[in-house]
């Protein structure tokens, strides 16, 4: 894992090789780089995220992400929360999956205070868990083909992602920001027609990811320009924390839904942890792609058996959390999403430390942007999957 | 037709006819494809209606968009070269108008009958590359200068497989005018048969083939964006633009798209004509007058065709890379464009 040989591959070798034969360009030549400035403003940034990129003609000789622009400050408002108060809160981190938001919250104050929900209130979390990572991850596979250049497969996304939006609002009540998990269970059980509609809407987003392959992936212009970009090898992504489908795309078979046991699901179901050993664009994009697909698999299944009962636990209904502490991460659209929550015995937390995916997803962007070309920078950044809420928070 | 446009009119009027041609010829196509094909036919292949308000269909939408481009203030920033920076549009769209003059609408209905028109052709083409380098360079934006390099770049690649592309024509049909070039392919024959004519996109399939591929590249149309790449150059040579400006822009990039789907008729697709067996016309001189009508009509056909081929592969098609589109171009186009030559003219000399 620490092997130099593997720190410096054939890439950088190559690219420290084409700087020098520059470096005497310019002298000859006496060009200078120029500082772009990618963002705070600009579309592929999905937000406010700042890329300052030192070019040498087309070529970044250092880039570094810079952000912060778009800080809310959760991790401190959740002091001045209840604990209840506070899911609302934290499902505007990945604003496009909040559900997943909310989750590993609830788990860490039940955890604190010892009670499980009910198996059915564990089986409808599961269930919308893997509905709002199918809104999230679909929604990235259309902004790749924005980011890429072709305008189509965003609208089909929009378009599937829709009838994924109408069932957690039916549920719910909100389709972006649900904040629907209580501590102890959920506010309310699932709709009638739930099951028989959410089976129609899982078909239609196997095909959606059907066509996504058939438009973009099978495409040869999409694959030169995502095959062999933005390579991070095996023992990289370990070392700046990479997380989610872009630590599987390197070959780490690591999942939190499956390795590790919470009060969920996951484990009840039959379904496939997907890895690439290429490390590229491609492969991140592909993981993605199968991500979706067995998350339509896990509902499917899950929908088939839902036990009955109630769907919430006996809690006080003044809620106060005993005095400790308590991680609970799980595995979310962007990747390993968890809460340390320190409690005082008061009515919130004392402390809420976030560790939001994409914070630690975008530190490999200066080691991966060295050598790499204008166009590539969007398109690394685009397989990276990073959303502006979960770098800020 | 004739009396018309050349004999009895004193010169300024057939200059005004002129112009008025030039216009309805350059912005009647550009119209008709961003409110056909930008507008309605994106929208349907990526399932929404696009806009509806405007007119029956949104069919007003276009005029309610120019409404509301000269409406909006004309910035030009603090460091921008401001005379340069002014000019650029203009010269884009001009090299358009340039273009067009030279393209028969019918045996009679031309702006200039040009003998070397194909050389004018391509040469004036390249017009538009100054406009477009001199608004990349004058914006004083970095993200501008970048597309305007690119674009520099890549017109000049492919400037070079449509000259060699267009070149087989010119073999098969013996002259560089390109009223010579449509009689040549509707009077002609295809080993002996002439009951098409000789429409050189049957003969010349790989001819047509690349000089698409090079139009597209010219227009700046996905899969070769680069220079105007919205999601990493912000539209490139075309940010800091504004209100009229803008639209200058804006209509000679699709006027272009017009205006090369018409050479690309005429060069491949037997332009204005038809198959001249048909009629039993045996040279021009035989063709009814009504061609003057009809041409434009069949002329405007075709041209919709292609362009909606041009729009067709804008809206599926990722972005290449610009590395790649070079080798592409150079690697790929220009040595099968080369070979094409070759048999084109050893099947011209040996039959």
């Given at each position: ?200 809407v899982m078909k239609t987003l196997r095909n959606f990811c059907t066509e996504i392959e058939d438009l973009l992936f099978g495409n040869e212009i999409f694959q030169s320009r995502t095959r062999g970009i ?164 | ?351």
């Amino acid at each position: 894992m620490t092997s130099t040989e593997s720190l410096i591959d054939r890439r950088q070798l190559a690219y420290i090789a084409s700087q020098a034969a520059d470096a005497r360009l310019n002298i000859e030549l006496e060009t200078e780089g120029m500082t772009l400035n990618i963002g705070p403003q600009h579309p592929a940034t999905h937000g406010t995220l700042r890329i300052i990129a030192h070019l040498d003609g087309e070529q970044v000789v250092w880039a570094e992400p810079s952000c912060g622009y778009m800080h809310r400050g959760y991790e401190k408002l959740t002091e001045v929360r209840t604990y209840p108060q506070v899911t609302s809160l934290v499902n505007r981190i990945d604003w496009l999956g909040s559900f997943a938001n909310e989750v590993p919250f609830i788990l860490a104050a039940e955890k604190l205070m010892g009670i499980e929900a009910p198996p059915r209130a564990q089986w409808i979390r599961t269930i919308l868990f893997e509905l709002s990572r199918i809104a999230n991850v679909s929604l990235f596979l259309g902004d790749l083909g924005v980011q890429l250049g072709a305008i189509t497969p965003v609208f089909m996304a929009f378009r599937d992602r829709e009838h994924v939006l109408n069932l957690i609002e039916a549920t719910t009540g909100g389709r972006f920001h649900p904040n629907f998990d209580r501590i102890g269970g959920l506010k309310d059980d699932l709709p009638a027609g739930f099951i028989d509609e959410t089976r129609a809407v899982m078909k239609t987003l196997r095909n959606f990811c059907t066509e996504i392959e058939d438009l973009l992936f099978g495409n040869e212009i999409f694959q030169s320009r995502t095959r062999g970009i933005g390579v991070i090898p095996k023992d990289i992504a370990m070392q700046y924390g990479l997380s989610g489908a872009n630590a599987r795309a390197s070959g780490i078979d690591w999942d939190l839904r499956r390795d590790q046991s919470l009060p969920m699901a996951w484990d009840k179901v039959d379904w496939k942890v997907w890895t690439h050993p290429d490390g590229d664009s491609f492969a991140r994009c592909w993981i993605r792609l199968q991500e979706v697909r067995e998350s339509t698999r896990i509902v499917d299944q899950l929908l088939d058996n839902i036990p009955t009962g109630p769907i919430m636990a006996k809690v006080p209904r003044i809620i106060k959390v005993p005095e400790g502490e308590a991680w609970v991460s799980t595995e979310n659209p962007l990747g390993e999403m968890g809460y340390y929550v320190v409690s005082k015995g008061d009515l919130g937390p004392f402390r809420t430390k976030i560790r939001s995916a994409s914070f630690n997803n975008i530190s490999i962007v200066p080691w991966i942007l060295k050598g790499v070309y204008v166009p590539d920078i969007i398109t690394i950044l685009a397989s990276l999957y990073f959303i502006l809420g979960d770098i800020d928070r | 037709m004739i009396a018309l446009l050349a004999a009895d009119l004193p010169y300024w009027a057939q200059s005004l006819l002129r112009i008025l041609g030039g216009l309805v010829a350059v912005l009647l196509p550009a119209g008709t494809i961003v409110y056909l094909f930008l507008f309605k036919m994106m929208s349907f292949m990526q399932s929404r209606l696009g806009p509806m308000e405007a007119g029956p269909y949104g069919s007003m939408q276009l005029f309610a968009e120019v409404g509301k481009w000269l409406q909006k203030e004309d910035i030009t920033p603090a460091r921008a070269d401001r005379t340069i920076f002014k000019i650029a549009p203009l010269v884009v769209l001009a090299s358009t108008f340039l273009l067009v003059a030279v393209v028969p609408f019918g045996p009679d209905a031309w702006f200039t009958n040009f003998e070397a028109g194909v050389f004018y052709l391509l040469a004036v083409s390249s017009v538009s590359v100054l406009g477009i380098l001199m608004a990349g360079w004058s914006s004083a934006n970095k993200y501008s200068l970048l597309g305007g390099l690119r674009a520099a770049g890549q017109l000049i690649a492919y400037e070079l497989p449509m000259v060699l592309a267009v070149i087989g024509v010119i073999i098969q049909a013996g002259t560089m005018n390109l009223q010579g070039i449509v009689v040549a392919q509707n009077g002609g024959s295809m080993f002996g048969w002439n009951g098409l004519g000789n429409p050189y996109i049957l003969t010349q399939f790989t001819g047509f083939i690349i000089f698409m591929i090079a139009v597209q590249a010219e227009l700046t149309q996905t899969p070769f964006d680069m220079p105007i790449a919205e999601s990493e150059l912000v539209s490139g040579y075309m940010t800091e633009y504004s209100g009229f400006r803008f639209l200058t822009f804006f209509i000679a990039e699709f006027a272009t798209a017009g205006v090369f789907s018409l050479i690309a008729s005429v060069l491949f697709l037997g332009g204005w004509g038809v198959p001249f067996a048909w009629f039993d016309w045996k040279s021009i001189d035989d063709i009814s007058d009504w061609m003057n009508v009809v041409g434009p009509l069949i002329m405007f056909t075709k041209m919709m065709v292609l362009a909606f081929v041009i729009m067709w592969v804008r809206f599926s098609y990722p972005r290449f890379r610009e590395d790649q589109l070079q080798r592409f171009a150079w690697k790929v186009l220009i040595p099968i464009s080369l070979v094409n030559i070759m048999i084109t003219a050893i099947l011209k000399v040996a039959f």
